[in-house]
């Protein structure tokens, strides 16, 4: 999975079928959606999973009509179990991605989370040596607590598309 959207509880199977729409007219032939087990997530492999969520950032300004299910997408870099360890071995990998002289803020949204939210953000804090800006970041720490995995990335602040939030700005 590379990619994770996020629809209405109950709304995930026309999520699917309108991301699937959408994707067709980028010419993405190839790829494999998921239902997770928790309600509104689909978890996705599509190929170049940011270059699609910045289609689909153009794709809502010109037809905001157009898209009714897909509420977030969000672009995951890995994927891992949800254990401090292997939480902290994966940050330390994906940190170097935020630049010397970059700031940056760590966001968490958690389904079924065996660990403390604190927990998560001192075990990443820990290992990126970076100024934190929770206002205006350079880059964001996306984490995704999916129960028994965590799904983690490190992105610019519009790599992370809420589709509610583009309609009501445009």
Known sequence: MNLLVTSQKGSEAKAS?????IALQRGHRKLHIEKSAFDGVLEIEIENA???IAFMRDYVRSEPF????????IPVDVVVDTSLD?????????????????SFR???????????RKELIDTIAEV??????????DKVFQVEVLGEYTAMSVVRPEEVLSIIKLKRSS
């Not at 157009?66 to 997408?73: E, G």
């Not at 760590?106 to 403390?116: A, G, L, M, N, V």
């Open 17 to 21: 079928a309108e991301f699937k729409e």
């Open 128 to 137: 990126v040596d970076r100024k934190v800006n929770l206002n205006s970041p």
């Open 66 to 73: 157009r898209v009714h299910y897909i509420q977030r997408m």
């Open 106 to 116: 760590i966001d968490i949204t958690e389904r079924d989370s065996p660990t403390s």
């Open 50 to 52: 940011r270059d699609f």
């Open 86 to 102: 292997q939480i902290k071995e994966a940050a330390t990998e994906i940190a170097s991605q935020i630049l010397q002289g970059e």
